[in-house]
Nanobody, 125 residues
C-alpha cells in the first residue's frame, strides 16, 4: 500500500505561481513513478506530469514550459511547480503513484496504482 497526501493548493491570480507537494509513505519511494493529474468541474481527469525513479519526466502539452515536476527522495515528496498560471488551470490536482517506476510516459488513469485525495487550485482572471 502507498499513501499519498497532497498539499499546497489555493487561490492565485492569473500569471502567478504555486507549488504543490505530495508526500508518499508505505513503500520505498524509489520504487515508484509519480504523477500529477487534474480534474476541472464537469471534465474528465487528465494527465499533467510524471517523474520516474531516475528523474525522467513527461508533461502534458498544455503545461509544458510552465510546470515543472521534481522530487526529493529523502523527504519522499514529489512537487509540481506551476508558473504562469491561467484560469484554465483551475482544477483539483491529484497525485498518483505507479509501481512501474521505469516507464517515462504514462498518461492514462488506469496506469496508476495509488491516488491521493486531491488539492484544489483556483486561478482567478
Amino acid at each position: 500500500q502507498v499513501q499519498l497526501v497532497e498539499s499546497g493548493g489555493g487561490l492565485v491570480q492569473a500569471g502567478g505561481r504555486l507549488t504543490l507537494s505530495c508526500t508518499a509513505s508505505g513503500r520505498l519511494f524509489s520504487s515508484l513513478a509519480l504523477g500529477w493529474f487534474r480534474q476541472a468541474p464537469g471534465k474528465e481527469r487528465e494527465f499533467v506530469a510524471r517523474i520516474t525513479w531516475s528523474g525522467g519526466t513527461d508533461y502534458a502539452s498544455s503545461v509544458k514550459g510552465r510546470f515543472t515536476i521534481s522530487k526529493d527522495n529523502v523527504k519522499t515528496t514529489v512537487y509540481l511547480q506551476m508558473n504562469s498560471l491561467k484560469p484554465e488551470d483551475t482544477a483539483v490536482y491529484y497525485c498518483a503513484a505507479d509501481l512501474r517506476n521505469w516507464v517515462v510516459s504514462a498518461t492514462r488513469l488506469v496506469e496508476y496504482d495509488y491516488w491521493g485525495q486531491g488539492t484544489q487550485v483556483t486561478v482567478s482572471s
